[in-house]
């Protein structure tokens, strides 16, 4: 990481922790904490689908299940909320597990179309599963995260930091996962799992980490929904939900890490100034989402990138052989 | 006794829509290998344009299907133009994308022109008749006559024209279909100008006995790709039969077993299917 | 003992047979060459043998082992690598970053390490990126390591491609058409890069449309038709064989 980035990144933080402080304003702070959730769930579809190819369109699904898991935990079997946290995440992962083993076996389009219908099955149980889910009517009255000693997470401005804090947890992880070996890995299969295989990666084994890892960070993403709008409906579990989290991804970038922040801050930020717009904010989106892939597939953290690299490339660096290798290009922004 | 045969002509007549929009969905997919997801806004767009020539400009029920037939085929074309074909050299995932981004501005643009209420569309067709002790809505006739003439049309074309089976022999090869001079570039499109004029058919055919509503093509496109997968992507054989397979077991799913799961049965049958065999049924085996 | 060997390798698609009872063995460290008409069935033979798609009958016996019903990914561990003919490089980034993952067959990091930056990741990274240091300077890339492999030439993907099959330490490497795409002259670099292999004891078998080439850099040759062997030998044989000659008339051109 070059030391611009080091300090955009800190000043990035800063600039949130104060938001609340300078902000004074209610709403705002609750449509940040909203947009900081609905980046979490980005993260966790952009580690699979921009990092190893696999468009998941299930992965409302998992939101769902991990919001419901929790809901379900702390209303009905009145759970203390952090064990019931740590529950639903192993419940989407757990879930996650078994879809992930069998859907991973098929590729591209038959991905895309096996985890559509696994997104519905999900919603449809949802839905229909009265006694146990309040179907169509909806979860009433999920609790706000339980106190850590004197830390109480009552108000909406502590709410808005504990959320704050999972966004950069998860941050921190996909970093460090992303630019690891493992992360490495995770790119080759993306590239070609072909030759992936042939250089010795198992990819069933790799992929499927992965898959489980998204959902989980869906599960997070919907459990911490849960508990912020201490309400939820078979809604959440919609394709139109997984259709939200691909536009905030592909207008960021996917496969950039810092794509589903820009791309939700972004959208959410405009449909908040398109008021008007409404239910036909998409009647934008829609075809912002059909062109960015025809000439910037990369969304607009790519896009940047790829201009930063080409003018670097005309100053391109002598090979050195030594021990300290000079810090390869960061490729992803 | 009399429930079952109730039931199974009630299976026919979904089963019916559900070929024809596979049928579309299988044509495109054969030929350019792009699972369409816009296709069911093609469907629903095909419901609207039926229904507003009719309430609109009071065109009779057959005139306003033809109507919707072309403009939705014009659709389908220019999707062809400016979406899918700059991105034929892409990675597989991007054009699924542009396909939901297509999708998701359809869907905003009919609720922004016609509204998110449910509509009825009117049909000319409204009689009850009697057929051996049976009672049948002629609508619903209308749609299993209808849909089979269409059928029998289309297969005629694909096979007995020389368009139509430069349309077969692109979709069995298509570098293939390149060197033997077919414009592969003009099949394209007269693939998605059916693809979209079939879609049209069966939306305003199902119209009058479901309703109209921005999102009437989500749950029909979904099972259009268990079909296709059921019968083989591609297959033209394969939608038709596995439309009225899925139609069937729809319609006795609902009697037999329950109404509020019998939109799951299409999916747990795709999970199924995909579990045993990844690559669908009657995939073409290894290369 | 036979450093790689075939017995009666059979692959049928359907009710075609593609690769019929194919017996053939591969000298270490030597160049050897598959040729044969096109559609003679040596890209499925290829894949047979470099583990990339199971055989209907018959086995790949590696350094004593039975590697038939391997995934590729278990033969790459023991030490076989191989390139394709499109190279399926990752476009946008610099060769070097797509060399590092070469060597991750060889390290045992898992995302556990990853999260935590644990010393056994960083000992690895170091590792993989010396390791991919150490290839891109045997295939003479240093001058382009940091750029994009988007821009390089047909040639230079090729050296990349075959520098991340080294990066996997293999004893053996499959070279798939190597030299397709490429002008005569880099098309000499290439041959040279392969003799240097077998200089360092990699052992080298590939598959070639280029007869002159072949002839002059191959050490065993072995000619399939229609999915059968019907020769194996030094270049001077194969060229001197009547069956080869028929074949190569029979199907057409000849290069």
Same mark, same amino acid.
């Given at each position: 990481m070059s030391k611009v980035q080091r300090i955009a990144i800190l000043v990035l933080i800063l600039l949130a922790i104060i938001f609340p402080i300078i902000s004074q304003n209610d709403y705002f702070i609750h449509v940040m904490t909203l947009s900081f959730i609905w980046m979490i769930g980005v993260y966790g579809l952009n580690l699979l689908?921009?990092?190893?190819?696999?468009?998941?369109?299930?992965?409302?699904?998992?939101?769902?299940?991990?919001?419901?898991?929790?809901?379900?935990?702390?209303?009905?079997?009145?759970?203390?909320?952090?064990?019931?946290?740590?529950?639903?995440?192993?419940?989407?992962?757990?879930?996650?597990?078994?879809?992930?083993?069998?859907?991973?076996?098929?590729?591209?389009?038959?991905?895309?179309?096996?985890?559509?219908?696994?997104?519905?099955?999900?919603?449809?149980?949802?839905?229909?599963?009265?006694?146990?889910?309040?179907?169509?009517?909806?979860?009433?009255?999920?609790?706000?995260?339980?106190?850590?000693?004197?830390?109480?997470?009552?108000?909406?401005?502590?709410?808005?930091?504990?959320?704050?804090?999972?966004?950069?947890?998860?941050?921190?992880?996909?970093?460090?996962?992303?630019?690891?070996?493992?992360?490495?890995?995770?790119?080759?299969?993306?590239?070609?799992?072909?030759?992936?295989?042939?250089?010795?990666?198992?990819?069933?084994?790799?992929?499927?980490?992965?898959?489980?890892?998204?959902?989980?960070?869906?599960?997070?993403?919907?459990?911490?929904?849960?508990?912020?709008?201490?309400?939820?409906?078979?809604?959440?579990?919609?394709?139109?939900?997984?259709?939200?989290?691909?536009?905030?991804?592909?207008?960021?970038?996917?496969?950039?890490?810092?794509?589903?922040?820009?791309?939700?801050?972004?959208?959410?930020?405009?449909?908040?100034?398109?008021?008007?717009?409404?239910?036909?904010?998409?009647?934008?989106?829609?075809?912002?989402?059909?062109?960015?892939?025809?000439?910037?597939?990369?969304?607009?953290?790519?896009?940047?990138?790829?201009?930063?690299?080409?003018?670097?490339?005309?100053?391109?660096?002598?090979?050195?052989?030594?021990?300290?290798?000079?810090?390869?290009?960061?490729?992803?922004? | 006794m009399e429930i079952l045969i109730q039931q199974l002509f009630n299976g026919m007549t979904i089963g019916s829509v559900y070929s024809l929009v596979a049928l579309g969905l299988t044509l495109v997919y054969g030929i350019l290998h792009i699972p369409n997801f816009a296709h069911g806004a093609l469907y629903m767009m095909g419901g609207y344009i039926t229904l507003t020539m009719m309430t609109k400009y009071g065109l009779h029920y057959w005139l306003a299907i033809f109507v919707s037939i072309l403009v939705v085929g014009v659709i389908g074309v220019l999707m062809?133009?400016?979406? $899918?074909?700059?991105? &034929?050299?892409?990675?597989? /995932?991007?054009?699924?994308?542009?396909? *939901?981004?297509?999708? !998701? %501005? #359809?869907?905003?643009?009919?609720?922004?022109?016609?509204?998110?209420?449910?509509?009825?569309?009117?049909?000319?067709?409204?009689?009850?008749?009697?057929?051996?002790?049976?009672? $049948?809505?002629?609508? &619903?006739?209308?749609?299993? /006559?209808?849909?089979?003439?269409?059928? *029998?049309?289309?297969? !005629? %074309? #694909?096979?007995k024209t020389f368009t139509g089976s430069t349309i077969i022999a692109m979709s069995q090869n298509r570098e293939g279909a390149n060197l033997v001079g077919i414009n592969t570039n003009r099949v394209a499109m007269l693939t998605f100008m059916i693809s979209g004029g079939l879609a049209a058919i069966a939306a305003s055919l199902s119209a009058p006995i479901n309703l109209v509503f921005p999102a009437m093509g989500q749950l029909v496109i979904l099972k259009a790709f268990v079909i296709i997968i059921l019968g083989g992507m591609g297959s033209v054989p394969g939608a038709i039969l596995g439309g009225y397979i899925l139609g069937f077991s729809e319609s006795l799913g609902a009697t037999y077993i329950s109404n509020d799961y019998k939109d799951i049965i299409a999916f747990v049958l795709l999970v199924l299917i995909l579990s045993v065999k990844p690559t669908g049924l009657f995939s073409k085996g290894g290369h | 003992m036979?450093?790689?060997?075939?017995?009666?390798?059979?692959?049928?698609?359907?009710?075609?047979?593609?690769?019929?009872?194919?017996?053939?063995?591969?000298?270490?460290?030597?160049?050897?060459?598959?040729?044969?008409?096109?559609?003679?069935?040596?890209?499925?033979?290829?894949?047979?043998?470099?583990?990339?798609?199971?055989?209907?009958?018959?086995?790949?016996?590696?350094?004593?082992?039975?590697?038939?019903?391997?995934?590729?990914?278990?033969?790459?561990?023991?030490?076989?690598?191989?390139?394709?003919?499109?190279?399926?490089?990752?476009?946008?980034?610099?060769?070097?970053?797509?060399?590092?993952?070469?060597?991750?067959?060889?390290?045992?990091?898992?995302?556990?390490?990853?999260?935590?930056?644990?010393?056994?990741?960083?000992?690895?990274?170091?590792?993989?990126?010396?390791?991919?240091?150490?290839?891109?300077?045997?295939?003479?890339?240093?001058?382009?390591a940091y750029k994009p492999v988007a821009g390089l030439s047909q040639e230079e993907k090729k050296r990349t491609a075959f520098a991340l099959a080294l990066a996997t330490n293999p004893e053996i490497v499959f070279l798939d058409e190597p030299a397709a795409g490429v002008n005569p002259d880099e098309t000499e670099g290439l041959a040279v890069l392969m003799k240097k292999m077998t200089l360092k004891g990699i052992t080298v078998c590939l598959i070639e449309h280029k007869m002159q080439m072949i002839m002059k850099l191959a050490d065993k040759i072995m000619v399939l038709n229609y999915g059968e062997k019907i020769a194996e030998g030094k270049p001077e044989d194969i060229q001197n064989n009547q069956a080869v000659i028929k074949a190569y008339l029979g199907g057409g051109a000849i290069a």
């Amino acid at each position: 990481m070059s030391k611009v980035q080091r300090i955009a990144i800190l000043v990035l933080i800063l600039l949130a922790i104060i938001f609340p402080i300078i902000s004074q304003n209610d709403y705002f702070i609750h449509v940040m904490t909203l947009s900081f959730i609905w980046m979490i769930g980005v993260y966790g579809l952009n580690l699979l689908a921009g990092y190893t190819g696999y468009l998941s369109l299930a992965h409302a699904g998992f939101f769902a299940i991990g919001a419901y898991s929790l809901g379900l935990l702390t209303v009905k079997a009145e759970m203390n909320f952090w064990p019931a946290l740590l529950l639903s995440l192993v419940i989407t992962g757990v879930i996650g597990f078994f879809v992930g083993l069998i859907s991973l076996r098929t590729k591209e389009h038959f991905f895309a179309i096996y985890t559509l219908c696994v997104g519905y099955i999900i919603y449809l149980v949802i839905d229909k599963w009265d006694s146990l889910t309040e179907g169509v009517r909806g979860l009433i009255g999920i609790p706000a995260p339980a106190n850590i000693g004197p830390l109480s997470f009552e108000t909406l401005q502590s709410h808005y930091y504990l959320v704050l804090f999972f966004l950069l947890l998860v941050v921190l992880i996909m970093y460090r996962i992303v630019h690891s070996l493992s992360g490495r890995t995770y790119i080759a299969i993306r590239n070609s799992e072909d030759l992936a295989q042939t250089i010795g990666i198992s990819t069933m084994k790799n992929k499927l980490t992965v898959f489980v890892i998204s959902t989980v960070i869906a599960g997070l993403s919907g459990a911490l929904y849960a508990s912020f709008v201490r309400f939820i409906g078979p809604d959440i579990g919609s394709i139109a939900i997984v259709f939200d989290f691909l536009t905030y991804l592909l207008v960021g970038g996917i496969g950039t890490l810092s794509g589903p922040i820009v791309g939700t801050i972004l959208i959410v930020v405009l449909s908040q100034r398109l008021q008007f717009l409404q239910d036909y904010r998409m009647l934008v989106f829609g075809p912002v989402l059909t062109l960015l892939i025809i000439f910037y597939p990369r969304g607009i953290v790519g896009a940047v990138v790829s201009w930063t690299q080409k003018r670097k490339a005309s100053v391109h660096q002598p090979i050195i052989r030594a021990k300290k290798l000079p810090e390869e290009q960061v490729k992803e922004g | 006794m009399e429930i079952l045969i109730q039931q199974l002509f009630n299976g026919m007549t979904i089963g019916s829509v559900y070929s024809l929009v596979a049928l579309g969905l299988t044509l495109v997919y054969g030929i350019l290998h792009i699972p369409n997801f816009a296709h069911g806004a093609l469907y629903m767009m095909g419901g609207y344009i039926t229904l507003t020539m009719m309430t609109k400009y009071g065109l009779h029920y057959w005139l306003a299907i033809f109507v919707s037939i072309l403009v939705v085929g014009v659709i389908g074309v220019l999707m062809e133009r400016f979406v $899918f074909h700059p991105l &034929r050299e892409a990675p597989p /995932i991007h054009d699924k994308i542009a396909a *939901i981004g297509i999708l !998701l %501005f #359809l869907e905003a643009f009919a609720q922004f022109v016609w509204g998110a209420e449910f509509q009825s569309m009117p049909t000319p067709y409204g009689q009850v008749v009697q057929i051996f002790g049976l009672t $049948f809505t002629m609508q &619903r006739l209308l749609i299993v /006559i209808s849909a089979i003439v269409v059928m *029998i049309l289309l297969t !005629l %074309f #694909l096979k007995k024209t020389f368009t139509g089976s430069t349309i077969i022999a692109m979709s069995q090869n298509r570098e293939g279909a390149n060197l033997v001079g077919i414009n592969t570039n003009r099949v394209a499109m007269l693939t998605f100008m059916i693809s979209g004029g079939l879609a049209a058919i069966a939306a305003s055919l199902s119209a009058p006995i479901n309703l109209v509503f921005p999102a009437m093509g989500q749950l029909v496109i979904l099972k259009a790709f268990v079909i296709i997968i059921l019968g083989g992507m591609g297959s033209v054989p394969g939608a038709i039969l596995g439309g009225y397979i899925l139609g069937f077991s729809e319609s006795l799913g609902a009697t037999y077993i329950s109404n509020d799961y019998k939109d799951i049965i299409a999916f747990v049958l795709l999970v199924l299917i995909l579990s045993v065999k990844p690559t669908g049924l009657f995939s073409k085996g290894g290369h | 003992m036979i450093f790689l060997e075939t017995k009666k390798l059979t692959k049928k698609f359907g009710g075609l047979v593609a690769v019929n009872n194919v017996d053939f063995t591969i000298e270490q460290g030597k160049i050897n060459a598959i040729i044969g008409p096109n559609g003679a069935g040596k890209s499925t033979f290829f894949n047979l043998i470099s583990g990339f798609h199971p055989p209907s009958s018959g086995q790949v016996i590696f350094k004593g082992h039975d590697v038939t019903k391997l995934p590729s990914n278990k033969i790459a561990q023991l030490g076989v690598a191989r390139t394709f003919q499109t190279t399926n490089l990752f476009e946008q980034s610099s060769v070097l970053d797509n060399i590092i993952v070469g060597h991750r067959l060889r390290t045992k990091s898992n995302l556990f390490d990853a999260i935590f930056r644990t010393k056994r990741l960083k000992t690895e990274e170091a590792l993989c990126r010396e390791k991919a240091m150490e290839v891109i300077e045997f295939v003479e890339l240093e001058k382009v390591a940091y750029k994009p492999v988007a821009g390089l030439s047909q040639e230079e993907k090729k050296r990349t491609a075959f520098a991340l099959a080294l990066a996997t330490n293999p004893e053996i490497v499959f070279l798939d058409e190597p030299a397709a795409g490429v002008n005569p002259d880099e098309t000499e670099g290439l041959a040279v890069l392969m003799k240097k292999m077998t200089l360092k004891g990699i052992t080298v078998c590939l598959i070639e449309h280029k007869m002159q080439m072949i002839m002059k850099l191959a050490d065993k040759i072995m000619v399939l038709n229609y999915g059968e062997k019907i020769a194996e030998g030094k270049p001077e044989d194969i060229q001197n064989n009547q069956a080869v000659i028929k074949a190569y008339l029979g199907g057409g051109a000849i290069a």
